[in-house]
């Protein structure tokens, strides 16, 4: 065990929001508080943490090689900043291996060619090998038409994972109240994705999000994106930890206009001093097409903060 005196204190000056800590991070009483390579999202995380002093072992290594810290004058939206690369980890496992809890949050998606319409749905229940019950989407307070038959992409959240699979919907009842009954599907995909380079930006994006058993619509920015994930900023609170999001916004790459609509789940939620709510988000898995489109622009922008 390490001498008090090897522990010094940590100026709120040397900790960058959105980007890796260098070092790991403890409290006065020397009780970890936080991993090397953990990512403060937020000025109100950052000043709830520093409260009661944070300290770092001065044993335990300088900075991480290309984490080093940039100066104040890097605060415009071309600033980037390094992470570790982007790890994905990819699995298949039965339905019933999954802890889900019924009322837990589902994401369904069409499948309808050039379709993007995303809904959100509660799980009520399910029974191995018969069908996966849920209730009835909803948009802005209405229901939406379902057939029997209908293909849909099923993608929900659960430990540390994001989860989807491929289901047919095969009944649709109004009583006693709207619900679907799924197909139950013969394997589920299971993807972890590790936030990786981090870029500032002003993105304005469209966020659909769950509301109780509705799918609601709102504006929001998109103030530093990752290939692993992104800050979003909205005046509005759009979701709780583990909630899972839909993401419609533009990107410009060698002048080359891209439209994304990516899946992302809550990881943290605060809100700063000027009443706007900060969504922590982790993309839930990205089609190849966009994540290299994505990993082209946040790598443009790190170049253009280079330069």
Same mark, same amino acid.
């Given at each position: 065990?390490?001498?008090?005196?090897?522990?010094?204190?940590?100026?709120?000056?040397?900790?960058?929001?959105g980007r890796p800590l260098p070092w790991s991070v403890y409290n006065g009483d020397r009780q970890l508080l936080l991993k090397r390579g953990f990512v403060i999202e937020t000025q109100a995380q950052l000043d709830g943490l520093s409260e009661k002093g944070l300290y770092r072992d001065s044993h335990g290594g300088g900075d991480v090689g290309g984490m080093s810290r940039r100066g104040g004058e890097d605060s415009g939206s071309g600033a980037g900043d390094k992470g570790k690369s982007d790890q994905t980890t990819e699995r298949s496992v039965s339905l019933d291996e999954?802890?889900? @809890?019924?009322?837990?949050?589902?994401?369904?998606?069409?499948?309808?060619?050039?379709?993007? @319409?995303?809904?959100?749905?509660?799980?009520i229940?399910?029974?191995?090998?018969?069908?996966?019950?849920v209730t009835a989407p909803q948009f802005e307070g209405n229901l939406c038409y379902v057939k029997e038959g209908q293909a849909f992409v099923v993608r929900f959240f659960s430990g540390k994972n994001a989860y989807a699979f491929t289901s047919n919907v095969t009944r649709v009842s109004n009583v006693p109240y709207p619900h679907v009954h799924l197909s139950y599907p013969s394997q589920v995909k299971g993807l972890v994705v590790r936030a990786g380079e981090r870029v500032s930006t002003k993105i304005?994006?469209?966020?659909s999000a769950p509301e109780d058993?509705?799918?609601?619509?709102?504006?929001?920015?998109?103030? @530093?994106?990752?290939?692993?994930?992104?800050?979003?900023?909205?005046?509005?609170?759009?979701?709780?930890k583990n909630d899972l999001l839909a993401i419609k916004f533009r990107v410009f790459i060698r002048e080359i206009e891209f439209?994304?609509?990516?899946?992302?789940?809550?990881?943290?939620?605060?809100?700063?001093?000027?009443?706007?709510f900060q969504h922590g988000l982790r993309f839930?898995?990205?089609? @190849?097409?966009?994540?290299?489109a994505l990993t082209a622009y946040v790598y443009q922008k790190l170049a253009e903060s280079a330069a």
């Open positions: 065990m390490m001498e008090p005196t090897s522990y010094i204190p940590i100026p709120k000056s040397e900790i960058d929001i999954i802890k889900l @809890n019924i009322g837990d949050p589902f994401q369904i998606q069409t499948q309808v060619e050039q379709s993007e @319409n995303r809904y959100y749905v509660k799980l229940g399910y029974l191995k090998g018969k069908s996966v019950l304005i994006c469209a966020v058993t509705k799918t609601v619509a709102a504006p929001g920015v998109l103030t @530093n994106i990752s290939v692993g994930g992104a800050l979003l900023s909205a005046r509005k609170k759009l979701g709780e439209y994304m609509t990516i899946d992302a789940t809550v990881c943290s939620v605060a809100q700063d001093e000027s009443g706007e839930a898995g990205l089609a @190849n097409d966009t994540a290299i």
